[in-house]
């Protein structure tokens, strides 16, 4: 399976782990728009969601091979900082390791904290010092892919 097929499984896997989360939920596709081989979408995030609990969140999903996933690959930052002070609105990206079968959520003020810190990547080495904020969500490996639990980010 080709990066991107990965990428674009992801997508729909998160869907479906999300809508099993939280049945009955309101989430969107916001569709990607390419123009020949470059993205070209101004689009903040993959999804909009709406678990209920008065909370909208903002969701940008990346699956990556590596240990860490460099900023560069991840062009909506600038576009979710928008958000990041929006009252009930919680902008961020879902990233999935696939090598490490770990997925995790981490927020736009995080990323934006990483960032201001000098940082150049996002990287499972964050999760041991505790600097930033970041959530590993519990999944369970189906195969290749992960079923994630994401009711824990309206307890966080």
Known sequence: MSKTDLGKKFESIFKASWQKSFPNTFIFRLKDQMTGYKETSGNPCDFICFPGFNTLFLIECKEHKGQSIPFVAIPQYERLLAYKDTPNVKAGAVIWF??????????????????????????????????????????????????????CLVKE
């Open 98 to 151: 696939s090598e490490q079968d770990t997925v995790m959520w981490v927020p736009i003020k995080e990323m934006e904290k990483m960032v201001l810190a000098g940082e150049k990547s996002i990287g499972l080495r964050m999760l041991k010092d505790e600097s930033y904020n970041i959530v590993v969500l519990p999944s369970e490996k189906k195969r290749v892919f992960l079923e994630t639990d994401y009711t």
